[in-house]
């Protein structure tokens, strides 16, 4: 009797193929930057340790946790928005021959407009404050996610969409039973790439107009040249975009391979 030998590899190995390199990337970036520092020696170069006592430091202050908390709080609203608006139209859109011809060169071409250039027009409308802030943000990440849905929505299978038709398939059954679990994949990877560009532009709205925020506290310190308070704040800022980032590609890959 032959003992058949497997041709995968164990899950465990899998996962340690892809967490292994990201790990060993970060502690050799943390020691590049601690090397760094204390050859330079200086008073206005920081030591990991030291930006990271530092921001522990500042995270007992009130004001700046309240300025953590205004972040995470409009970055979780726009976000929300861009996925639910722009998975939403993305979907409908792109299922349509007709608007998805006509729309996708407009919306292609004002995905290439740098978005900090059309920052005043938010600020003209909708004044100084989280409004305007949270509103940048959704528009930041609302044409990614738009345009990512758009092009997944027009490469699901065309056979079944025929096939439904001549079922005649409501339009909610259509998109429960065939397009939604066509498009899981795609959903992720939309939600993983605009996230990133939703935090960015709240970011830069709350430098730019923000009393409040972790985009405001960055660009205070920035102005009083604190580089152990910066750093921190950039650490902080980095964790709070990468839960959710390495969370949602770790989703994306497990259905992909799922799929295959």
Partial sequence: MTQTVPTT?????????RVLPP??????????????ADILDSAVFPTP???????????????????????VLN?????S????????LGVLIGLNAFWSRTLSPLIFSLNSVPKIVLYPIFLLFLGLGALSQVSF??????????L????????????????????QMSYPALLRKI???????????????????????????EMFSGTTGLGYELLRNVTQVRMANILGEVLLITVIALIPTVALKYFELRVKARAH
């Fill in 49 to 71: 340790a030291e930006s990271i006592s530092t921001l522990g430091a500042e995270l007992t202050d009130n004001g700046f946790r309240a300025s953590v908390g205004s972040t």
């Fill in 137 to 146: 943000a959704f528009f930041q990440g609302l044409l990614p996610m738009f």
């Fill in 9 to 17: 590899k164990p899950t465990s190995d899998r996962l340690r193929a």
């Fill in 23 to 36: 790990v060993v990337l970060l502690v050799a970036l943390v020691a590049a930057w601690w090397i760094g």
């Fill in 81 to 88: 928005l861009v996925v639910a608006v722009g998975g939403v």
């Fill in 179 to 205: 397009v939604v679990p066509q498009l899981v994949p795609t959903v992720l990877t939309a939600m993983r790439v605009s996230f990133g560009l939703t935090f960015v532009g709240l970011i830069l709205a």
């Fill in 148 to 167: 990512i849905m758009l092009e997944g929505s027009a490469g699901v299978n065309r056979l079944h969409l025929k096939l439904a038709a001549s079922l």
């Fill in 75 to 79: 970055l979780a609203i726009a976000y």
